[in-house]
């Protein structure tokens, strides 16, 4: 039995052990005074909701990537970030009326570690806007790493700077207009200082309403001991999840055996979670990228049924 294995195996028995007590507070799940996290059902059961990234959508116009979505089952649509979500909002409201899929998030590159105080500000100021245009797409958020590469500030530093101030304005704006801040844990040779669900949580728990947090399969397999323990320490402040094969980040299936997913899908069921699940990798070279989507959807649909 590998280490994985093992604390898979212990996971909800040791889920304060995996979590830390502090970190399972991040979940407003009182302890009762014993120093156990305190797990209720959720309230309504979990749903598998597959999605896709815009790219990774077959066709050209908007119309037409949903009508690919829908006819095949998906449950949701991640869209880019940047200025795409302004210049779009009219256009992707219009076309998503009347069907049953729902904006998950839209994804791009942020780093709010810069040692001067006013790029950390112009950070802020340049996704003021995005989040205002996703909150009328009632999107789930915006997903934002807060810090990437080399980080010129210390970390106890950086934390501070952004629970009390960059991610806390962030936050409260994105709550304000209907939608949140995702934070998204990375590998350690991405980020030096956000890596594991549990410690996002935290973060987002520390800065109040409009944080959340997801879990992405790749950048946990290597940072993580269990994904269901991973996702049950976030909880109900889990509001996105990332997918892909194990082994090269590409669509699951392609990488065989590796990709299995049943374990961090227990972890999705314990806790209710009914957000997308989306893909984040890329095709084998010369592939037939659609049939690979659909050939991906039969898995995930038989291990979430597995779970």
């Known amino acids: 039995m590998n280490r994985r294995d093992f604390l898979t195996a212990s996971a909800v028995a040791g889920v304060a052990t995996v979590c830390g007590t502090q970190r399972a507070s991040a979940q407003d799940q009182a302890s009762g005074g014993n ?20 790219g990774s959508i077959p066709g050209s116009e908007i119309p037409e990537k949903l009508d690919f979505l829908e006819k095949n089952g998906f449950g949701a649509v991640e869209i880019p970030s940047g200025d795409w979500p302004i210049k779009n909002v009219e256009a992707m409201n219009k076309a998503m009326s009347g069907r049953k899929l729902f904006v998950a998030t839209a994804c791009g590159p942020s780093d709010f570690s ?4 006013e ?17 009328a797409m009632k999107s789930v958020g915006l ?3 807060p810090a990437r590469g080399q980080v010129p500030m210390g970390f106890k530093e950086l934390r501070e700077d952004f629970v009390a101030n960059t991610g806390k304005r962030l936050a409260e704006h994105a709550a304000k207009h209907g939608t949140s801040l995702v934070l998204e844990p990375l590998r350690r040779n991405e980020t030096p200082f956000l890596r594991q669900v549990a410690d996002g949580a ?14 992405d399969f790749w950048h946990m397999a290597l940072e993580e001991t ?8 976030a909880g109900k402040l889990l509001s996105h999840v ?5 082994k090269n980040r590409q669509v699951p299936g392609v990488d065989g055996d590796a990709d299995n997913y049943v374990d961090g899908f227990k972890g999705l069921k314990f806790i209710g979670y009914r957000g997308a699940v989306s893909l984040e ?26 779970a």
């Open 35 to 54: 120093g156990m996290p305190k797990l209720t059902p959720p309230d309504k059961p979990a749903q598998l909701n597959l999605c896709l990234q815009w």
């Open 114 to 117: 810069y040692a001067e105080a």
């Open 119 to 135: 790029k950390r500000e112009a950070e802020v100021q340049k996704f003021l806007p995005v989040i205002e245009a996703l909150g």
């Open 143 to 145: 997903i934002v790493c």
């Open 202 to 215: 935290r973060m987002a728990a520390d800065i109040g309403p409009g944080a959340t947090v997801m879990g």
């Open 226 to 233: 269990s994904f269901m323990g991973a996702f049950i320490c």
């Open 242 to 246: 990332h997918i892909a094969s194990l």
């Open 281 to 306: 990798g890329g095709f084998p070279k010369n592939s037939d990228s659609k049939q690979l989507i659909l050939n991906m959807a039969k898995l995930l649909r038989e291990q979430w049924a597995q």
